[in-house]
């Protein structure tokens, strides 16, 4: 699958409202695209110029289309969190019968690994039940850093997160109102486009969250080469919304987020951020720290674990989630 930057074509934008009635020859070209055409992120001058105007969301049964590419996830039975002892899907829970707060954690583009173990049980310590998720196994993927393969793409990322909430509100031990997403990086992205209520009516995969939490996703406009812009960042966020990202991130660059959110947040919009100083992307990956790599925008990227704000997101994560889907 190939990359480039470029604008995106003059005719081919469509917002929120407008994209309703997008003819069917608009839902071939996103089939066709995620098939294996591949797409463009926002890089140059002028494609940065053309993601300050206005969001660009898909119509819905182009979403519902691409999020189809891929058979859904079967979600495992609930086990105790001393049995997770590698990354993998798991559902795990603290002990006692609840009714509990529950997470759904979406990993990164490599799939699940240490760090979102270790969130795992971090949450479980705090009395939250979590589903860690895994898009990518499954479905024999070894990783979608470089674009979607085998029809996993955000719009299946997303339809996993909400399909993985509605597996949590069936057990009897969770609090069916209080089921919250958490991504990093691709699963971050994968979080910011489940706050949107366009995408998650256009899903049809349950009611979406009640709380929403995203550590450095990527915000730039995504430009496939036959189809449509795509805004990760929708304008039409409904529940609770923190963004954590850093200064020093080249991958996914906190500046592609910030003007956005601090747009929504004007217009009411309940989302929050917090900006950390010389901080690269993947701060809470220890197995990684010092790792380096050309990303799919050719930037050469470097990843260096903080221990200082890994502890520092960590408290920001869960009073955010304890005052928006925690105890009562």
């Known amino acids: 699958m190939s990359y480039s930057s470029g604008k995106p074509r003059s ?7 407008a994209g309703m009635d997008a003819p069917a020859a608009m839902f071939r070209t996103v089939l066709t695209l995620l098939l294996g055409l591949g797409v463009a992120l926002a890089g140059d001058a002028a494609a940065q110029e053309g993601a300050r105007q206005a969001l660009s969301a898909w119509p819905a049964e182009a979403v519902l289309g691409a999020a189809s590419l891929a058979e859904d996830l079967k979600f495992p039975n609930a086990e105790t969190v001393d049995a997770l002892t590698s990354p993998r899907m798991a559902l795990v829970k603290p002990e006692g ?18 760090a979102v173990l270790s969130w795992a049980r971090k949450a479980v310590e705090r009395q939250y039940v979590v589903l860690l998720v895994d898009s990518l196994g499954p479905r024999g993927v070894d990783s979608v850093c470089y674009g979607p393969k ?4 955000f719009f ?13 509100r069936r057990q009897p031990f969770v ?9 990093f990086s691709w699963g971050a992205s994968v979080a910011v486009m489940a706050a949107s209520r366009h995408y998650v009516a256009a899903l049809q995969a349950g009611k979406g969250f009640a709380a929403i939490a995203s550590f450095y996703p990527l915000c730039s406009r995504v430009l496939p080469r036959n189809g449509p812009p795509l805004d990760v960042v929708n304008n039409d966020i409904a529940h609770p919304l923190l963004v ?9 660059p906190a500046s592609d987020c910030i003007e956005k959110l601090q747009t929504l947040q004007k217009a009411g919009a309940p989302v929050d951020w917090h900006l950390y100083p010389g901080t690269t992307h993947c701060w809470d990956c220890a197995q990684l720290d010092g790792f380096s790599k050309t990303d799919v925008r050719g930037h050469y990227v470097e990843y260096h674990f903080r221990e200082d704000v890994t502890a520092d997101s960590e408290n920001r994560l869960f009073t955010f989630l304890n005052v928006t889907a925690g105890r009562r």
């Not at 954590?244 to 996914?252: K, N, Q, R, S, Y």
């Open 11 to 17: 005719g081919a934008r469509h917002c929120l409202n």
């Open 97 to 114: 019968g609840g009714p509990f707060a529950a997470l759904v954690i979406m990993h990164q583009c490599s799939g699940p690994k240490q």
């Open 150 to 153: 085998a029809g996993v793409n």
């Open 156 to 168: 299946r990322g997303v339809r996993d997160a909400l399909q993985a909430a509605e597996h949590l």
């Open 175 to 183: 609090d069916r109102d209080r089921v919250a997403l958490v991504g």
């Open 244 to 252: 954590l990202m850093g200064e020093a991130d080249t991958e996914t």
